[in-house]
């Protein structure tokens, strides 16, 4: 699961995060490049199940950006696709608001930060990392997915189905190539909320709609065959 989520997350593409004030294009050419050696340092390190090297690999990076954005009152976005990017920019636009677009880096370490503080048991400090990532990417379908599984932690089934709701009309928005893996994910999502309320009809749904997305989403196809064996022994108890 997780090693598709990267999967999917690098499939996205990188850019270069909103330069600093006052900084040259050199060094911020440098300091990009050195964020996304860090990036995929982190990938690595949790494919290997080392969650806590991989967040002393992310730090750096996390706190380079923190230090070039310290003063600057704008609102930071990362757009993964064009389509993204605009739509944060009317929103600002729409509140009046100063922002920058920025590439997805930082917003990618947030999201691995997440991923190793999941990984490490650190639930509650996992939820508040992807409530921050969030307030930069409030659109992107693959970050609410995930911050929805979080909820399904606390089972808070309502919560995740909402949030799951939210994450399959974002991954419109979502890059090309990774539009179907996104729409697929938020309605497994969907689908797995509504079975802890056995509300296996309308699990059902989901899934297939996921199915129409994706024919060959084997995940979709494990559930439905387990909300068959759930009714099956549902009617031999009658």
């Not at 499939?11 to 600093?20: D, I, N, Y």
């Not at 690999?57 to 070039?68: C, H, V």
């Not at 954005?69 to 729409?94: F, H, N, Q, W």
């Not at 503080?117 to 409530?131: F, G, H, I």
């Amino acid at each position: 699961m997780m090693t598709t989520w990267i999967a999917a997350l690098l499939l996205a593409g990188q850019a270069a995060a909103p330069p600093a004030p006052g900084a040259s294009p050199a060094a911020t050419q440098g300091a990009e490049a050195a964020s996304e050696a860090a990036l995929q340092k982190a990938v690595g390190l949790i494919r290997a199940k080392q969650p806590q090297a991989a967040l002393d690999a992310l730090e750096p990076a996390l706190a380079r950006f923190a230090a070039e954005r310290k003063g600057d009152a704008r609102r930071v976005y990362c757009g993964a696709s064009p389509t993204e990017a605009i739509l944060y920019a009317g929103m600002a636009a729409k509140d009046k608001a100063n922002a920058v677009i920025a590439g997805p880096n930082y917003c990618t370490a947030l999201f691995l930060k997440g991923f190793a503080l999941v990984d490490l048991n650190r639930a509650a400090e996992a939820k508040e990392t992807y409530r921050e990532l969030l307030t930069h990417a409030p659109m992107n379908g693959q970050y609410l997915t995930e911050y929805a599984q979080l909820l399904g932690r606390e089972r808070d089934w309502d919560a995740m189905l909402s949030t799951c709701g939210q994450a399959e009309a974002a991954a419109d928005l979502a890059p090309d190539q990774a539009k179907t893996f996104q729409k697929t994910a938020a309605l497994r999502c969907q689908g797995y909320a509504l079975v802890e309320q056995h509300k296996l009809d309308e699990a059902q749904k989901r899934y297939e709609a996921a199915l129409k997305v994706d024919p060959a989403d084997a995940k979709s196809q494990g559930e439905l065959r387990y909300i068959a064996e759930q009714r099956a022994k549902a009617t031999a108890r009658q």
